[in-house]
């Protein structure tokens, strides 16, 4: 018995060490050392393992429950970016909420059934039962017919007459406001990139972020190795290093992508309200060059588990809705509905005086 618990003991120790060194992921660009990200990929699992030895040790009447105790209290910006046990605040009457919603809608190509199975009087509804003002869309369809006939429902049954897109490309910004001041960069493909418009609220105004950062490409692969996968072959594990290879150069190019879009954040001259689909989690270097000016809404306001994407990777938040700091968050929701391997986010906000 002895034995079992001086193992358990040493194994609870690694698992200590391994979250402690996951907390450098966000310090450490990936262009000069990558693998640590893996690491932040994989937090809600060290979570996971760390509270199962805390009740393990506190059962046993063991002090040993204080090494994963403490190590979670070290990184509580880890678990507050993960867990969320907020209330909605009460908006002031001094000023108008804004509704935002976000969406990586995967070009309204269903994951859950045959090809087309999600129409675009679908995507209306669930838009309208929610009244967002402002949509920030990833992956929007490049159909062009789709495309338009989505932007005519979403005018007509929603209010959302503004709209900022480009044919064949990704990004799109639907608003009841008129729109101004609108640019648009794609990085080397018509998916991956960013897009802004500014939207006047009375005497103010807000400068709305459109983003989708580079993808790993992992979903396919890690759904082939989980069912044909075996250990014992060759194959298996030149996938998983094809894999390991893929998500090094995702995370390298993130990094910069997301370097390039808080350098423009920081010219606005107005409140920035950002949304989108950065392909990363909230422990990431990517992530951190953007919160480092704004909050996070999941974060100040949201409530149970942050996971986003509802693809074979579980367990990930890698979709956000973030806000300039003279910008007041009310709440936040991730809605668990749609057809899309992301889950819709929707926050309202409220400028400060």
């Not at 807000?206 to 580079?214: A, E, K």
Request: charged share 20%; aromatic share 12%; with cysteine.
């Amino acid at each position: 018995m002895k034995r079992i618990e001086n193992a358990l003991r040493w194994a609870n120790a690694l698992l200590v060490l391994i979250t402690l060194t996951s907390y450098l992921s966000p310090y450490l660009d990936p262009g000069t050392f990558w693998p640590i990200s893996i690491l932040a990929l994989f937090y809600p699992w060290l979570l996971l393992l760390n509270l199962l030895c805390i009740f393990y040790w506190a059962f046993q009447r063991r002090r040993y429950f204080w090494y994963s105790l403490g190590v979670l209290i070290v990184g509580w910006n880890f678990l507050t970016n993960f867990v969320g046990w907020h209330s909605p605040s009460t908006p002031s009457p001094s000023a108008e909420p804004v509704r935002v919603m976000s969406y990586n809608c995967h070009a309204l190509v269903a994951v859950d059934g045959p090809l087309g199975t999600w129409k675009v009087p679908e995507m209306s509804r669930m838009v309208q039962a929610h009244q967002p003002d402002v949509i920030l869309f990833q992956e929007y369809p490049t159909l062009k017919r789709i495309a338009d006939a989505l932007a005519k429902q979403l005018a007509k049954d929603c209010g959302l007459k503004y709209n900022f897109r480009e044919h064949r490309r990704g990004l799109a910004i639907f608003s009841k406001y008129p729109l101004s001041n609108k640019q648009v960069k794609y990085f080397k493909n018509d998916a991956n990139g960013f897009q802004y418009a500014d939207i006047k609220l009375g005497e103010q105004a807000l400068r709305f972020y459109n983003v989708h950062l580079q993808t790993n490409a992992l979903s396919g692969i890690a759904n082939k190795v989980a069912k044909e996968g075996n250990l014992q072959e060759k194959e298996t594990w030149l996938q998983i290093r094809g894999m390991m290879g893929r998500y090094k150069r995702s995370t390298q190019v993130r990094g910069k992508q997301a370097t390039e879009i808080a350098a423009k954040i920081a010219e606005s001259p107005h409140p920035v309200i950002l949304g989108g689909d950065l392909n990363d989690v909230p422990y990431s270097y990517t992530f951190r060059q953007l919160n480092k000016t704004l909050q996070d809404a999941f974060q100040k306001k949201g409530s149970g588990l942050g996971i986003t994407f509802n693809g074979s990777i579980p367990a990930l938040r890698i979709d956000y809705i973030m806000a300039d700091p003279r910008v007041k968050i009310l709440d936040h929701k991730i809605l668990h509905e749609g057809h899309s391997d992301h889950y819709p986010l929707i926050s309202n906000f409220q400028l400060l005086p």
